[in-house]
């Protein structure tokens, strides 16, 4: 009889006083099932966050990784418009000398 109290006088009323304990026990028994299972998504959301940090580490080191990887690519593309400049360069300087000599031929064959 005294769970039956805690409950309002018209709802107690209404429900009759072996009913309103029984309502009170229900309510207390869902209460605490609810903070169990307020507990255990609580243990389980600190899993997530501890999983999740892991996976925020891994990935600012893979991160890194992909940083250098970039400086690499940007030294190597550096690299190969050097080289193709110099051959550009030595392309030209080829052709120039091999267009010199066949005229030169040319001119002492004419005579």
Not at 14 to 22: D, H, I, N, S, T
Not at 44 to 50: A, E, K
Not at 57 to 84: C, H, I, N, P, Y
């Amino acid at each position: 009889m005294a769970l039956s109290r805690r409950l309002p006088r018209h709802l107690r009323d209404a429900l009759g006083p072996q009913a309103g304990e029984e309502l009170v026990l229900i309510l207390e028994e869902m209460r605490r099932e609810s903070q169990a299972l307020s507990a255990r998504m609580d243990a389980r959301f600190d899993r997530i966050d501890q999983r999740l940090d892991s996976i925020d580490q891994r990935l600012d080191r893979v991160d890194g990784r992909f940083d250098r990887m970039g400086e690499s690519f940007t030294a190597l593309d550096r690299r190969v418009s050097d080289v193709k400049s110099d051959l550009m360069k030595w392309s030209f300087v080829f052709w120039c000398g091999s267009v010199t000599a066949i005229a030169l031929l040319a001119r002492v064959l004419e005579r």
